[in-house]
C-alpha cells in the first residue's frame, strides 16, 4: 500500500528515547508518528480546556448582591467551530491510524515466513528448513511475517524496537510482519500476562547483515555434526522447555523427574505397570496421553511433527546419563 502523506513528511528514523528505543522497523517512524499526532493534539486540548476552565469559574464566580440565576443563550458560530474542527482531526486521526493499521497487518506478498510458537513460557520459532531456535534470527532490509499460534493460553508478541505486537491465541494463527533497517540485536517480549513466568518469557531478535542470516542458520541447525547424542538432548531439554515440568535433581514438578528413571518401573494411572526404556520414551515423546504416570495429569503436549526419529534418539541418550 503506498502511504502518501508519508512520503510529504519523512523524516529520519528516530534514536533511543526515554519512553522506547530507536525505530528499528521500516514501521517504526508511521507508528510513532500516529501516536505523537494524537497524543500531542490530545495534550493541547487538555491544557486549552482545562485552563479556560479555571479561568471561567474565576471570572464568572457568584458574587454578594447578584442574582443567582444565569443568563445565557445560543452561540451558533462558537458551537460549530467547536464540532467542525473536533470532528476534522478525529477523521485525520482515524486515517492516520487505519491506514498505518492496515499496512500493520497484511504482510507484503513475498515475505520470509517463520512460524512463531508461544508457551508457557517460552517463544519457539520454526525456520523454513525446519529448525527450531529460542531466538529469531532475520536478515536485514527483507520484508519478515511471523505465522504465530500458542500451546497453551494467550500471549503476545512485542518486539518494541520494532513497534509491532499482536496477541498469538491458542486453536488459530495471528500473522505480524516487519523490516527490519539496521543489523543488530533487540529484544521480544511476551505482552500479555500468561501466569508465573510471563515476565521471564523473552527472546533475543538478532538482525543479520546481507548473507549472515543464510549463514547462521545453516550452522545452527547442524547440531548432529557438532555434538554427542547426550549433548543434544540436553540441548532440546531446555530448548523445548522438558526442564518446565521434569527436574533432573528428582524434585516433583508438574511432571515425573528425570532422575534416575532410565531402567526403572512406572505405575500407571491405569494401574499397569511400565518399564522406561527406549519404545516407552519414545511413546512418552510422541503421543504423551498414552501411558501417563500415576498421580501425575496428562498435560504434555505431543512433539509429534517436531521431533524426528533423531531427536527422539538424542532424548533417549541424554535420559540415560541422567543418574
Ligand atoms: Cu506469555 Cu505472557
Redesign the pocket.
Known sequence: MTTNWWTMIAAKPRGPGFWLPAQSSTIADKVDFVWDVTLWVSVFFFVLITVLMGVFVWKYRGRRGQGTTATHDHNTPLELTWTIIPTLIVVVIFWLGFETYLNMATPPQNAMTIQVT?Q??KWLFTYPNGWVDESLHVPADTDVALVMTSED????FYVPSFRVKKD?VPGRYSRLWFNAREPGEYQAF??????TD??A?LAKVVVHEPGGYEKWLADASNLFDKYTLPQIGEIYYTKYGCKSCHSLDGTRVIGPSFQGIWGSEHALADGSRVVVDENYIRESILEPQAKVVAGYDPVMPTFKGRFKDEDVTAMIEYIKTLK
Open positions: 508461544g508457557k513460557w493460553v494467550i500471549h503476545s498469538v511476551c505482552t500479555e500476562y500468561c501466569g510471563h515476565s518469557m
